[in-house]
């Protein structure tokens, strides 16, 4: 009797030892987003940006954007500006990580991978078809590339932004 007691509390010994494992990775990995997303932020809040590619599924669409400055605003607004007009909206750096993104190209081997570069505009179309939730495909100081693959018809969407 007692060695079926003994091996009982060995085993419950062992399952709490396994269930109170911790694993801090998640809390880490959070961590990391949380300062990913910060710097980028920072990054592209200051000064003014440029379009310097933007390709639409395959089509060059960057001349609609020449002239234009890309201020993003800490506060969220995005305003672009070629002097004569100016064109509001918004714009955010989030983490994906959690969510389920059927758009989530997985060949894209970068830290900011689950970080998405959200911008908004409501109007004109030319700068509509900027609304995307990007991903980084890379980043400098003066530069960001950004990506999007469209769930509906899998087309690419490049665009990559330079500091002025």
Not at 26 to 47: H, K, P, R, T, Y
Not at 81 to 97: A, F, H, L, R, Y
């Amino acid at each position: 009797m007692k060695s079926n007691n003994l091996l009982y509390t060995l085993m419950v010994f062992a399952l709490l030892f396994i269930s109170c494992s911790s694993d801090n990775s998640d809390d880490v990995n959070a961590a990391n987003s949380m300062a990913d997303i910060q710097e980028i932020s920072d990054l592209v809040s200051n000064g003014t940006w440029t379009i310097t590619n933007f390709v639409d599924s395959g089509s060059d669409e960057t001349a609609n954007f020449t002239g234009y400055g890309f201020s993003f605003n800490s506060d969220g607004n995005l305003v672009a500006d070629n002097g004569s007009n100016t064109v509001n909206g918004t714009w955010s750096v989030t983490d994906d990580s959690g969510s389920d993104d059927s758009n989530d190209d997985s060949s894209i081997d970068d830290s900011s991978d689950d970080i998405d570069f959200n911008i908004f505009f409501a109007s004109p179309s030319n700068f509509n078809e900027l609304s995307e939730d990007w991903d980084i495909v890379s980043r400098t100081d003066s530069r960001i590339e950004l990506i999007h693959v469209s769930g509906g018809n899998g087309g690419t969407d490049n665009l990559t932004f330079e500091k002025n």
